[in-house]
Each structure stands twice: as C-alpha cells, then as structure tokens.
C-alpha cells in the first residue's frame, strides 16, 4: 500500500494523535487500521513525528461509517480498493451485505416469533404447577 503523503507543501499533515482526534477515533484504532493495512502508515522523519495527510480523516470515517453498517474489515478493504468509477463493483458488495442483513433480520424475526410464546406460555404457567416453559424449552435436547 503507498504511503499516504501531505497532498502538498502547505498541508502539514497531523500527527497521530490529532488525527484520531479529528476522525473521532483513539490512537491504537488507527495503529490497529495500519497494521491490517486499511491506512498506510507514513515514513517516521529522522527528526520528528510522522505526520499523515489531512485528507486521512475522510478514509477513517469512511472505515468507521462502513463498520457502522455491518461490513466487515475485508468488505471495507475491498470497498478501499476500488476506485470511483468502480460502481458496479460497490452496489455488488452493498447487495450481498443487504442479502446477509435480511437473512438476519428474518432470523431474528422467528427467534421474536419463539421468544413471544414462550412467554405466554410462561404467564400461564399458575404458581409452578407446570414446569417452567421457557427452561423446559431451553433444556429441551433438539436432535429428539
């Protein structure tokens, strides 16, 4: 991955720490990013801090707001990696990432389905004269 540098002379660029400051993330979120190669980490000069270019704050809130919305580290490098004109490409990862959050939402839909009868079950259950239908059901060996 290149080394992201000041986009020119007059843009200093941000030490670390500013930069987590600016993006509103902490210092080892971006040494964490670094590591896994989502930023590039800039050349330490002989004398001094390294600084990263301004325009770093964009990329880690693009990280940040991504990981928001449910994709994954890989699926954020890959979204990293294309280019703007790479459209087709992004909509077919968002696509896939829809298709896997629906799964979920269906998933968890069935699981608020069980969760309401039981429940109920559970109200009419009169002073423990019946066993208790959330742990029987929660108890109960699935593979019978």
Do not use: W
């Not at 330490?44 to 801090?49: D, I």
């Not at 559970?122 to 208790?132: S, T």
Request: proline letters at 3%; aromatic letters at 4%; charged letters at 30%.
């Amino acid at each position: 991955m290149k080394t992201h540098r000041p986009i020119n002379d007059n843009d200093p660029g941000l030490t670390i720490g500013k930069l987590a400051k600016a993006a509103g993330v902490n210092v080892e979120t971006i040494r964490y990013y670094q590591r896994i190669g989502l930023i590039a980490e800039p050349s330490k000069p002989a004398q001094g801090y390294r600084t990263y270019p301004t325009d770093m704050v964009k990329r880690i809130r693009f990280i940040k707001r991504a990981q928001e919305l449910g994709f994954s580290l890989d699926e954020i490098t890959d979204l990293l990696s294309l280019n703007d004109r790479d459209c087709d490409e992004a909509r077919h990862i968002a696509e896939h990432k829809q298709e896997i959050i629906q799964q979920r939402i269906d998933d968890l839909s069935a699981m608020q389905r069980e969760l309401t009868k039981l429940i109920k079950a559970c109200k009419k259950n009169i002073a423990g004269q019946e066993r208790c239908a959330i742990i029987a059901t929660l108890t109960k060996d699935r593979r019978q």
